[in-house]
């Protein structure tokens, strides 16, 4: 029984029937939420081809559950994207034939598909029907927590679908999209994956320690000890003709809490095109970094959906570190400059050893037993 004058002041957070979009407003408990009300909370309108994307409130009601929207339009990038989605289709091996070890997927998803296999292979399986409808382009998935909606984003990162999470906590999910940069679901599954990376692994241990285990293939740029006060914006602008030299790549400049810069890409049909096409840019990246004293190194480098390094093509940033703290730390340990001793000048060639003298010790008055005594001798003699 509540308290008379009071009233719960948390939002409400149950799910509307308009637009299965939870209740913002504050508890209003007893009563049922105003569905005639439009819902608050945020959405996404995208063109025709689900690359570009726009946030929005959703604006649904009990009165009008669809409300209409203008949808965006295609932009140049969206037709350029689409015109490579036709040639890479054009260009694409026949499943049948297709039978060598590649694995499409990244080490982070299959991971968790070894820790989840049962769990992982279900959404998997969505997934696959979701990519193989070409009607379909929006998938929404049920809450769930945050290490789960990790691996669905790992997940659509290896599918080339775009993935945003929406909603707060605990109704916060998971929402799917196909972009131009799809072109269709991976031919193997992780289960098959997974047993090509047991074999590998397998075949490295028996033919030895010189057998090199095939790594993540570099995906992206990483500048370190970047200059200080340095803004995204300022970066990008100054790259732009440099990253324009590879047209179908697009990158994504991030820092890290390390305050290292990371130009991550993406729009590669495969792992391999775009290594090499990082791999072209780098010499033009690092001459204008360089020119323009934006960062001391600028390195090769794998980072996986949330921005983890997970390999880089040298430790540069502790053999090259610089920066306020390195030059501090030069300054403290450089010793100080002690001017040496001026020569004693010579006065002869032989040089006479002499004793210190003693300190004479002051000579302690006398104390006077009697100071009477003391006092009448000195009025006699004065």
Same mark, same amino acid.
């Given at each position: 029984m509540g308290v008379r004058g009071s009233h719960c002041s948390q939002p409400c957070l149950k799910v509307r029937k308009s637009c299965d979009h939870v209740d913002t407003? #504050?508890?209003h408990a007893p +009563?049922?939420?105003n569905e005639? @009300?439009? !819902? #608050? =909370? @945020? %959405?996404? $309108?995208? !063109?025709? !081809? #689900?690359?570009?994307?726009?946030? $929005? *409130? !959703?604006? =649904? +009601?009990? +009165?009008n559950p669809w409300p209409e929207r203008a949808p965006l339009k295609c932009d140049d990038e969206c037709l350029r994207l689409q015109r490579n989605a036709k040639l890479a289709a054009a260009l694409n091996i026949d499943p049948a034939t297709h039978t060598d070890d590649h694995v499409p997927y990244s080490e982070t998803t299959l991971k968790f598909f070894r820790d989840n296999a049962k769990w992982a292979q279900t959404y998997e399986r969505e997934f696959r029907v979701f990519a193989s409808d070409p009607l379909e382009k929006r998938l929404r998935f049920k809450p769930m927590k945050t290490h789960l909606r990790a691996f669905l984003h790992s997940l659509a990162e290896d599918f080339g679908l775009d993935s945003e999470s929406q909603d707060p906590e605990p109704h916060r999910h998971v929402a799917i999209f196909k972009t131009p940069r799809f072109v269709s679901a991976p031919t193997k599954t992780l289960g098959q994956c997974v047993k090509i990376r047991a074999a590998e692994s397998q075949a490295q241990q028996a033919a030895g320690p010189n057998i090199i285990v095939p790594t993540e293939p570099f995906n992206a740029l990483i500048l370190s000890s970047p200059q200080f006060g340095l803004t995204i914006e300022e970066l990008e602008s100054s790259l732009k003709a440099d990253l324009a030299t590879q047209p179908s790549i697009s990158f994504t400049t991030s820092f890290l809490p390390s305050d290292e810069i990371v130009l991550r890409g993406t729009g590669?049909?495969?792992p391999q095109a775009l290594e090499a096409s990082v791999t072209a840019l @780098?010499?033009?990246?690092?001459? %204008?970094v360089s020119r323009l004293g934006f960062a001391k190194v600028v390195a090769l480098?794998?980072?996986? %959906? +949330?921005?983890?390094?997970? *390999? *880089?093509?040298?430790?540069h940033a502790t053999k090259n570190a610089g920066g306020w703290n390195t030059v501090a730390g030069r300054s403290a340990? *450089?010793?100080? %400059?002690?001017?040496?001793?001026?020569?004693a000048p010579a006065r002869g060639k032989f040089v006479a050893l002499l004793k210190p003298k003693k300190k004479k010790q002051a000579e302690e008055d006398p104390v006077e037993d009697d100071w009477e005594a003391a006092a009448e001798r000195l009025e006699v003699e004065e």
């Open positions: 407003d #504050q508890c +009563s049922a939420c005639d @009300k439009p !819902c #608050q =909370a @945020k %959405t996404f $309108v995208t !063109c025709e !081809c #689900q690359h570009r994307k726009q946030e $929005v *409130r !959703c604006q =649904a +009601s009990k +009165s590669a049909w495969t @780098k010499p033009l990246v690092a001459q %204008t480098c794998h980072v996986d %959906t +949330s921005l983890n390094v997970l *390999r *880089r093509e040298a430790d340990a *450089r010793p100080a %400059t002690v001017a040496p001793p001026a020569p």
